[in-house]
């Protein structure tokens, strides 16, 4: 009987208009972590290979082990080089995320490197890999670009004043906001809740609904992503494993072992946490 992929998170996102979609990072390459994070009832889960130790065979061990829950799985590679793309969507990942994209003609390239010729430039393997569950799935090469869905990240300055013209290219699915590179690069290091900040995402918004695509962003303060839904965005992500393990370590500590613990920091704003 032939096998069937689960729905992309394109897909997620217009079955779940106008709720917003929300999401949770895997940072620790652990497949316990992933294990307990996909069966939280988190709608989606963030496979992360840019700011974690997480590699082609970690990231497949992640999505083999979230496939067993009702969550929706998505790889941030860490660079849009189209090999490294290729070989993400060989594993199975249906549902690319790719950072620091600053143009439309960024943009475009990046479509190529997810479909097929004569479209795209995605090298063909799919009898040799998990993507097609090894040409288990039907027409699998006809009809990929109806199982891979393409999100990018804009996270400067300059990426937001083009903001509409990236959502407007064909084939990408939805931009994705990231407050913290984009403090820093308008010289406001750390400072992801700056009103300036702040109304730079909200240009972005703007500019991304305008192309009629979905608009998302990292948040892990819940009144700050709450706002950040209230303003339009359909996709957040509001936690992450590894954050989430620190946090709750360190206010066991605090209260059961305070002499014994380090000291923390001056504490930021919980908005103003790194957040990827």
């Known amino acids: 009987m032939p096998l069937r992929l689960i729905p992309t998170l394109r897909d997620a996102l217009a079955a779940a208009s106008p709720r917003a979609l929300t999401g949770i990072w895997v940072c620790s390459g652990s497949t316990v972590n992933a294990e307990i994070v996909a069966g939280s009832g988190t709608d989606w889960v963030m496979i992360d290979m840019e700011h974690a130790a997480q590699g082609l065979e970690t990231v497949l061990q992640l999505l ?139 240009r972005a918004f703007g500019a991304v609904r305008a192309a009629s695509k979905p608009v998302g962003v990292n948040a892990f303060d819940p009144a700050v992503a709450q706002a950040y839904i209230d303003a339009g965005a359909t996709f957040v992500l509001v936690g992450a494993d590894v954050a989430l393990l620190a946090r709750a370590t360190e206010s066991l500590a605090a209260r059961f072992a305070p002499t014994s613990a380090p000291a923390a920091p001056a504490a930021p704003s919980s908005g103003d946490r790194p957040s990827y």
């Open 64 to 202: 083999q082990t979230v496939a067993a829950h009702p969550v929706t799985p998505v790889v941030r590679v860490p660079i849009g080089d189209p090999v490294l793309i290729k070989q993400v969507l060989d594993l199975g990942a249906q549902n690319l995320l790719v950072p620091m994209v600053s143009s439309a003609a960024q943009a475009a390239s990046l479509v190529e490197a997810v479909r097929y010729p004569p479209r795209g430039i995605r090298g063909v393997g799919s009898a040799l890999a998990r993507s097609a569950r090894w040409n288990r799935i039907d027409d699998y090469l006809v009809n990929a670009d109806e199982h891979v869905s393409l999100f990018v990240q804009v996270e400067t300055a300059d990426a937001v004043d083009a903001a509409g013209e990236i959502a407007a290219v064909d084939g990408i699915d939805g931009v994705f906001v990231g407050p913290a590179d984009l403090a820093a690069s308008m010289d406001l290091l750390g400072q992801q809740t700056h009103p300036d900040v702040v109304a730079a995402v909200h």
